[in-house]
């Protein structure tokens, strides 16, 4: 096998499994842990963490230590998070997602760097373009990496739907799921359904030893950068300072369109923070019990890959705005749809279709905002994305912050209305598009040139 094509594999399987716990974690978070509210608070740190970090820790670590120790250690904050979860408490928990979170942007960093120079490294010795072989290395690795989501979520349905507690729920306690949950009540079922200590340490067990074989794989298995292929690297991080790449994010303010685009990133996290934080708690756990969350989880990622794939296929023919009307439509439905409909466990389709149809916008979301960002700022990609990763990441911080504090109905609103404000948005941004002298017609083009490649690199 080509070399660095092995390499190429390393770092997708190793992401594959450190995702695999992580994912699964996630989606479990605000039921496994819901005592008052430790889960969505442990994320919310998390997500804090992860800006401070995308601020100034990448270029240091990925200087000092190369892409393969960078990504080797920041693994080793994920298994972090899944060793707190082992002894859940606001003791263990939020320090070891401050870890996670600082953990974060240096692994994607140093495995967008470790990529780029393979693909470049090959290129150059097999006489193709550069450009063309990173964006089959990306592709591959998305290929691999997002089928996380799934594995994740069916681990934990499958060690979890073994315990022997079957609660029936009773008719009294379905009323407080759904949107007009009981604040002061909704542990009441997940609690009563609570499974075993013994299965959620098999099931963490699981987690943590899926991290663990990710970070030998890598120690093993990935070949370090050969020092004059990252020295031209080393020379690229080390050309910015912190302060100048810190100031360069917040002078991109000074850009009307980016300062247009916050309610729609913003919109990205709290979108999916209310799936992963709200709708597993207070409709599939209230209703169904902890053991379904996974199987619903699954739903939503395997739609969401297949649709991401299917989206940056058919941009070129469709432009952006069809996809992003097809996306609000589909969110304001299933937001009006959650705002209507009183869970039951007689309803079981009914709890896949809303993460599916969650899942089809949340592909646009990614796919297109990421592709607009690109497009938009081509001569600013730096300072654009690193304004991409602060917004989304604090619509996540906002979204998992007031998770406990307020009723499902009212986050339906707020998600409606930031949505609705996003989208008129959007909107004078495409106006103010089309009336400069560049046009849109080579945006379209460009729009199918796999944005999830940039927003991860830069």
Same mark, same amino acid.
């Given at each position: 096998?080509?070399?660095?094509? +092995?390499? $190429? ?35 919310? $740190? ?16 990925? +200087? ?18 899944? @060793? ?31 990529? /780029? ?47 022997? /507690?079957? $609660? ?96 729609? /990133? ?36 395997? $739609? ?20 992003? %009307? ?33 899942? @089809? ?19 600013? +990609? ?21 998770? /406990?504090?307020?009723? %499902? ?35 379209? +083009? ?13």
């Amino acid at each position: 096998m080509e070399r660095n094509l +092995k390499n $190429v594999l390393v770092i997708s399987f190793g992401f594959l499994l450190l995702f695999t716990a992580y994912g699964g974690l996630q989606s479990l978070q605000s039921s496994l842990n819901s005592e008052e509210g430790l889960g969505v608070a442990s994320l919310s $740190v998390l997500y804090a963490a992860l800006i401070l970090s995308s601020m100034f820790l990448p270029p240091i670590l990925i +200087k000092k230590l190369g892409c393969k120790w960078t990504i080797a250690i920041s693994m080793c904050c994920y298994i972090a998070f899944s @060793l707190g979860n082992f002894y859940a408490s606001w003791y263990t928990l939020i320090p070891t997602s401050v870890i996670l979170g600082l953990g974060g942007a240096p692994l994607w960093s140093a495995k967008c760097t470790y990529l /780029t120079i393979a693909g470049t490294s090959y290129a150059e010795k097999a006489g193709k373009n550069a450009k063309d072989i990173i964006n089959q290395y990306f592709g591959v690795f998305f290929l691999v990496f997002q089928s996380s989501g799934i594995w994740g979520n069916l681990i934990s349905s499958l060690i979890l739907s073994q315990s022997s /507690t079957k $609660v029936e729920i009773s008719e009294e306690d379905l009323e407080c799921c759904g949107a007009y949950n009981c604040l002061t009540d909704t542990t009441n079922t997940t609690e009563s359904a609570k499974p075993s200590n013994s299965l959620i340490y098999t099931l963490l067990g699981v987690y943590t030893a899926s991290g663990v074989l990710a970070v030998l794989l890598v120690i093993i298995f990935l070949d370090q950068i050969k020092s004059n292929q990252a020295e031209t690297e080393k020379e690229k991080l080390e050309a910015p300072s912190f302060w100048s790449t810190f100031l360069a994010t917040f002078r991109h303010l000074k850009d009307k369109r980016q300062c247009l685009l916050i309610p729609l /990133t913003m919109f990205s996290g709290f979108e999916q923070g209310f799936l992963s934080g709200d709708y597993t708690k207070v409709y599939v756990t209230c209703a169904l019990g902890i053991q379904y969350v996974g199987y619903v989880m699954i739903c939503f990622a395997a $739609v969401n890959s297949l649709c991401s794939l299917l989206f940056g296929k058919i941009s070129q023919f469709t432009g952006r705005k069809l996809l992003f %009307a097809l996306a609000t439509v589909t969110n304001t439905a299933c937001i009006i749809a959650l705002l209507l409909w009183k869970p039951h466990p007689k309803q079981l389709a009914v709890f896949f279709v809303f993460p599916g149809l969650w899942g @089809l916008s949340d592909a646009v979301w990614q796919t297109q905002t990421n592709g607009l960002y690109g497009i938009l700022f081509e001569k600013h +990609k730096e300072a654009a994305f690193a304004n991409y990763r602060l917004w989304e990441s604090l619509g996540f911080v906002i979204a998992f912050g007031y998770s /406990t504090k307020l009723q %499902a109905s009212i986050k339906l609103y707020i998600l409606l209305s930031v949505l609705v404000l996003s989208m008129v948005m959007y909107g004078a941004v495409e106006y103010l598009e089309a009336k400069s002298s560049t046009g849109t017609p080579t945006a379209t +083009k460009k729009e199918n040139g796999g944005p999830h490649s940039q927003e991860t690199c830069t």
